[in-house]
C-alpha cells in the first residue's frame, strides 16, 4: 500500500493503492553489443579515412599551387633578363661580324649590365657593400687576411667576389680581404 502523509495535519491520509511501477531497462546482448560497436567503428573509420583523403588533397593542392606561383615568378624574371641576354648576342654578332671594335664591344657589355642589374634589383636583389667596411662575418666571407698599415684591423681592404641580399637575407656572401694585425717593425 501506497501511503502519503497529508501536508495539512486536518486531511487524512491517501489510502488509495497505486502500482508502482518500475522502470524496466533492456540489456543488449553481447551480439547486438558486439554489432553496435562494429557499427560504430567503422563508421569512425570512415570518417578518419575522409579526413585524411580531405588533408591529402588540401596538400596536394597548396603545392601545386606554389608550384604554379614559382612558375609565374620565373616567368616575370626571364621575361626582364631577356633584353639583357638580347644585348649580350648583339654585341656578340656585332664584334664577331666585324663591325664592331673592342671598345663598342665593351660598352655594348656594359649596358647589358646595366639592363642585367636593374631587371635584379626590381626583384629585390642588392649588392652587399664591402669594401671598406667593418668585417661582417653574416654578409661577408673571409677568404684571406692580409697585414696592413692603410687600414684598421678587421676592415675590408679588397672584394674579390660581390656579394648579394633580397631583403635581409643573404643569397651569396660576399668574398673578401680582410685587414689583419699590424706588420711589426
Known amino acids: 500500500m501506497n501511503q502519503t502523509q497529508p501536508d495539512d495535519p486536518g486531511q487524512k491520509p491517501d489510502t488509495t493503492t497505486e502500482p508502482t511501477k518500475e522502470r524496466t531497462v533492456e540489456i543488449p546482448s553481447h551480439e547486438q553489443e558486439l554489432a553496435r560497436l562494429r557499427e560504430e567503428r567503422d563508421q569512425l573509420e570512415q570518417q578518419l579515412q575522409r579526413q585524411l583523403a580531405d588533408a591529402a588533397n588540401v596538400r596536394r593542392r597548396q603545392r601545386q599551387e606554389m608550384d604554379d606561383q614559382k612558375k609565374r615568378v620565373i616567368e616575370g624574371l626571364t621575361q626582364e633578363l631577356l633584353p639583357a641576354l638580347d644585348s649580350f648576342a648583339m654585341a656578340l654578332a656585332a664584334f664577331d661580324g666585324g663591325t664592331a671594335d673592342a671598345k663598342s664591344l665593351v660598352d655594348g657589355v656594359r649596358m647589358t649590365k646595366v639592363l642585367l642589374c636593374g631587371a635584379l634589383e626590381r626583384h629585390g636583389l642588392q649588392e652587399i657593400k664591402a669594401d671598406g667596411q667593418v668585417f661582417d662575418p653574416l654578409r661577408h666571407e673571409a677568404v684571406a687576411v692580409e ?6 684591423e678587421g676592415q675590408v681592404v679588397r672584394v674579390l667576389q660581390t656579394g648579394y641580399q633580397i631583403a635581409d637575407r643573404v643569397v651569396r656572401h660576399a668574398r673578401v ?9
Open 147 to 152: 697585414p696592413t698599415t692603410q687600414v684598421p
Open 177 to 185: 680581404v680582410v685587414a689583419g694585425p699590424q706588420p711589426k717593425s
